[in-house]
């Protein structure tokens, strides 16, 4: 006879909650320590520029950027594709060059970024990254980031970014 859904029900404390939550995250190794190049601060752009290999910069009056990601099992998830907060970054970081490029040195902060994932890109493929100027304004600069298979130039993600131009302060 099958245990009434009464009887099947999980206990709904906060402390059997908290206990579940902290199994969660020791199971997956959140309370081991960094490691020491971890601990730098600028481990996040050492990470993101350690995925792409070739990168260009044109200097015409819409700058573009374009260079290369081989996916790495490192960057991978569990289906051995190109892992999507590894997209994002890529796209952030491509799409800030971008941006700078045509901001001519002034201070740029990221507004926005929307990724769109069409198709996967597995482990040991390589992908060609291009971002060019959407819209460049006074105030507001948008990137669009397209990433394409290498062998077939299948577009698998595609990304927009905007970025603003932090005011001057005037005193």
């Known amino acids: ?5 009464e009887e099947r029900r999980k206990p709904s404390s906060p402390e059997y ?4 939550a902290l199994r969660f995250f020791r199971f997956h190794g959140a309370d081991e320590p960094l490691p020491a190049s971890a601990e730098r601060p600028d ?6 520029r350690s995925l792409l290999s070739s990168a260009a910069v044109s200097a015409s009056p819409a700058p573009r ?28 970081a491509v799409g800030m060059a971008c941006a700078s490029a045509a901001a001519g040195g ?4 990221l507004g926005e970024l ?6 996967a890109a597995r482990v040991n493929s390589e992908v060609d990254i291009e971002a060019q100027i959407l819209r460049k304004g006074r105030s507001v600069i948008v990137i669009t980031i397209e990433f394409r298979l290498k062998d077939i130039e299948k577009l698998c993600y595609t990304s927009r970014a905007t970025f603003y131009i932090m005011p001057v302060a005037r005193l």
């Open 1 to 5: 006879m099958p245990t009434p859904p």
């Open 114 to 119: 929307g990724t769109t994932y069409l198709a």
């Open 65 to 92: 950027v374009s260079c290369t990601l081989t996916v790495s099992p490192a960057a991978a998830n569990v289906y051995n594709t190109l892992h999507g907060g590894a997209v994002a970054a890529v796209a952030e």
């Open 106 to 109: 002034k201070e740029l902060f």
């Open 43 to 48: 481990a996040h752009a050492a990470l993101v």
């Open 17 to 20: 909650h908290r206990d579940r």
